[in-house]
């Protein structure tokens, strides 16, 4: 059974910092493309980051220099680094593990506020 748990979220306020983490069972984490998606309320869900098997990242323009995506095959988790929070990402966070299909985590809500 594949199993993304996540977590993490929480409330912070803006120019704060928060680590989300999701620790990843049931399949070969090391193989799978790893991925922080987030859905803010009333719009779909979006990319926020991707982490290949190789290390490579690549992020929406929105958090490029803010937001920082890494993984630990030994642990088989993923984390986002989230610095300088805007109440504009608020949001519920997802993980996502991809190789031939998706897979996803629970997700967390993060919220950023006064």
């Known amino acids: 059974q594949v199993q993304l748990v996540e977590p993490g979220g929480g409330l912070v306020q803006p120019g704060g910092s928060l680590r989300l983490s999701c620790a990843v069972s049931g399949i070969i984490f090391n193989t799978y493309t790893m991925g922080w998606y987030r859905q803010a309320p009333g719009k779909q869900r979006a990319l926020v980051a991707t982490i290949t098997t190789r290390g490579n990242t690549d992020y929406v323009d929105s958090v490029k220099g803010r937001f920082t995506i890494s993984r630990d095959n030994a642990k088989n988790t993923v984390y986002l680094q989230m610095n300088s929070l805007k109440p504009e990402d608020t949001a519920v966070y997802y993980c996502?593990?991809?190789?031939?299909?998706?897979?996803w985590g629970q997700g967390t809500q993060v919220t950023v506020s006064s």
């Open positions: 996502n593990a991809y190789l031939n299909r998706d897979y």
